[in-house]
């Protein structure tokens, strides 16, 4: 429990309705995608960040642990307060866009507005913004600046550390830095909004966030390649990619999560593909976009594709692109827990990496059903388990891991360290390097106040 007089003090600060200490907010503010819960002692919401300023300097003053949270839409505990202490809500007054410059083709938001609000102000303006992550409808930029999101279109278009180009953010002792520029082009200094983005929360509060736009493409289309075996498949995303094919999306679903799709949702797709590959091609004039359609389906059809489809409007697109985005929920055929992981590796390994994958769920007699973001090499790995295997589960999650740093791969590749994954960080980096990123947490965060836990820190 916190201390009444540092719940008066916080009163003082942003007034009595943005702060609350009783039961329901607890409890509300105590999980996110993972559904582990840990209880803050209470949820103070800043109107701005000068309160975020005197906020993080009293509580660093008085050695207390702060969790900053947007919409708690994480899958690895970024968010939760695993120490108690102060939830820092950013999505009830952070949460303004404040300028959409469209000359230079740059947005200057808080850090609480919703990732999809942004996206559709800026088409009204024939300008993009392509990070998507799959919570893109509810989770806040701010959350994904703090855990470098990604998303489908992160084949063509990066995640969002390629979009960030500035940010504001305060310091544990109430400082307000700017790090980064509107420019292009800006190599002064060291390049803070970089250790900024991806940090989870551990080393600052972000205040500002300015994010690169690009033009609306004009045309999209979309496609389904259907292959007989993941090994066909996973050879046509690399192949075509080298081809010069190159698409805004390339999904990937195995044979497990089409056999769930077919028995749970009633999916329209043959009982007999081992493995599919969905996604969208863009380009601002028709020519182009068929010219990679062509290199695609090319490709996929070298690589033993036996079915290419290309959509003719709008609802058969979304007839296609309905297997993908329906691929999470129907895999519980396949047991009533599961250990969802976001491992990526070079898009070379991909065909190794899914067989070693599926060897080790044989090995513990797990069903491992997998699918995502194949284009950029990122697997969404799924050990299907019941609540008495949670032991041999996550032996089998570090053998994963392992045989992926082996291959040059990364324990994530879009859902961040958080508490879920910290206990494997020492299988990504030694002693030294782990080091090296506790002495960078030491320097912005000297108290280690702020989200400790996270990222193995």
Known sequence: MIDKKHLKAFIEMVGK????????????????????????????????????????????????????????????GGALPANGGIILGMEKHMNKILEIDTQNMVAVVQPGVINMDLQKHVEELGLFYPPDPASEEYSTLGGNVSENAGGMRAAKYGITKDYVMALKAVRTN????????????????YNIAGILTGSEGTLAILTELTLKLIPKPKYKKTYMGIFPSVDNAMNAVFKSLSAGANPV???????????????????????????????????????EVEFQLETLEKSFKENGAYEFKIAKDNE???????ARKNASQSITIFGNKKLNEDISVPRSMLPHALREIYAIGDKYGFKVPCFGHAGDGNIHVNVMIDALQID?????????????????????GEHGIGTSKAPFMGIAFNQVERQLFSDIKKAFDPNGILNPGKMGL
Request: net charge negative; glycine share 10%.
């Open 17 to 76: 309705e943005n702060i609350y200490d009783d039961k329901a907010h607890m409890i509300a503010y105590s999980y996110d995608a993972t559904r582990t819960r840990y209880e803050p002692d209470a949820v103070i919401f800043p109107r701005d960040e000068h309160d975020v300023s005197n906020i993080l300097k009293y509580c660093n003053q008085h050695l207390i642990v702060i969790t900053p949270r947007g919409a708690g839409s994480g899958f690895t």
């Open 249 to 287: 999306a390339m999904e990937f679903l195995d044979q497990l999560v089409i056999q769930a799709l077919i028995e749970k949702l009633g999916v329209n797709l043959p009982t007999d593909a081992g493995a599919v590959l969905v996604g969208d091609v863009d380009g601002n004039v028709p020519e």
């Open 174 to 189: 109430g400082d307000i830095i700017r790090a980064g520029k509107k420019t292009i082009k800006d190599v002064a200094g």
């Open 316 to 322: 058969e697109a979304k007839e296609l692109w309905y």
């Open 392 to 412: 041999m589960g996550h032996q089998a999650i570090k053998e994963i891991f392992e045989m992926v740093v082996k291959m040059g791969g990364t324990l994530s």
